[in-house]
């Protein structure tokens, strides 16, 4: 059996969860990065190494927006 401490415990019983990621983007590139982290939903992050030598050989993320106010439409774009 495996034990574990009590704070780890509760915090994963815990009904509001706190923010481990944060997402800032530079839409216009260069013109300054804007927090999006408020309309975050999910992000994954996958990295395979290159052996023997131990760097990253590929990194791809998926990130997920909540988009009901159409903010990441683009103009002149019906859905």
């Given amino acids: 059996?495996?034990?574990v401490?009590?704070?780890f415990t509760t915090a994963s019983k815990a009904r509001n969860r706190h923010q481990i990621?944060?997402?800032?983007v530079d839409w216009n590139l260069g013109d300054g990065y804007q927090n999006?982290?408020?309309y975050l939903t999910l992000v994954?992050?996958?990295r395979k190494l290159i052996e023997p030598l131990g760097g990253v050989s590929v990194a791809q993320a998926?990130?997920?927006f909540v988009n009901?106010?159409?903010r990441y439409t683009p103009p002149g774009q019906e859905v």
């Fill in 1 to 3: 059996m495996i034990s």
């Fill in 5 to 7: 401490p009590e704070a």
């Fill in 21 to 24: 990621a944060k997402v800032r």
């Fill in 36 to 38: 999006e982290t408020e």
């Fill in 44 to 46: 994954e992050v996958e």
């Fill in 62 to 64: 998926d990130v997920r």
């Fill in 68 to 70: 009901v106010s159409d």
